[in-house]
């Protein structure tokens, strides 16, 4: 079975200012990534996957994540954030086995101008 | 337009009563989920399918049932039996190892 731990529960940050979202997961077997947005009152979008290949992912709106195998970690990443990046931020894990997602308990950003 | 739909937005429960939460895609994704969500603890899976007229229990299921009678539709029922079912619910399709979500429902007990 698999397991994500999100190391913030909010994260406070001013607008253009950098923004960094740590994931950790444990896992006995070869995992997928994934970290999902969620604005107030929606369903959750796919802002990026690992599943294979290159360690830095890119994904929608400026994000990016790196996978760490030795340390267990795809922590999120922007260079510069936006007052419209205010949501909450799931990272999910995933068994090559079976596809099922085990998912983090949030971290919520509030950009502030 | 494909992508995945709920209804309702919102639901009302009374005590005792048996509530369905409806969720379609036209994604003609194979596997479906539906997830229960409740402040600062993520997303919990319920049910899934991951083909027609089968269906497994996720994490928990108990107070929940489904159908997958046909590849577009999963519906939840929430019957009397869950005790607190107050919280949002979060249907997902995918085809292989991506899952895609719907708008979700937000289900209320009167």
């Known amino acids: 079975a698999q397991s994500v731990t999100q190391l913030d529960s909010q994260v406070p940050v001013f607008e253009e200012a950098p923004v960094e979202l740590r994931c950790n997961y444990s896992?006995?077997?070869?995992?997928?990534l994934f970290w999902y947005v969620q604005y107030p009152n929606q369903g959750l979008q796919l802002l990026l996957k690992y599943l294979s290949g290159s360690t830095l992912v890119k994904g929608i709106n400026g994000f990016e994540a790196e996978f760490n195998k030795s340390q267990t970690s795809f922590h999120l990443r922007k260079p510069s954030v936006h007052i419209s990046d205010t949501a909450e931020y799931f990272c999910?894990?995933?068994?090559?086995?079976?596809?099922?997602?085990?998912f983090g308990a949030g971290t919520t950003v509030t950009v502030r101008a | 337009d494909g992508g995945i739909t709920q209804s309702p937005k919102y639901l009302f429960r009374k005590e005792g009563q048996n509530v369905t939460l409806s969720c379609e895609q036209n994604l003609n994704h194979d596997a479906m989920y539906w997830y229960r969500q409740d402040p600062g603890q993520g997303l919990r899976l319920i049910y899934y399918?991951?083909?027609?007229?089968?269906?497994q229990k996720g994490d928990i299921a108990e107070g929940y049932s489904v159908s997958r009678e046909k590849k577009e539709s999963f519906p939840l029922t929430v019957t009397s039996a869950q005790k607190n079912p107050t919280a949002f619910y979060l249907c997902?399709?995918?085809?292989?190892?991506?899952?895609?979500f719907g708008p979700g429902t937000r289900l209320l007990v009167l």
């Open positions: 399918s991951q083909i027609v007229n089968d269906f």
């Open positions: 997902a399709s995918s085809l292989g190892e991506t899952q895609y």
């Open positions: 999910a894990v995933s068994s090559a086995l079976d596809y099922k997602l085990s």
């Open positions: 896992s006995s077997v070869s995992v997928y």
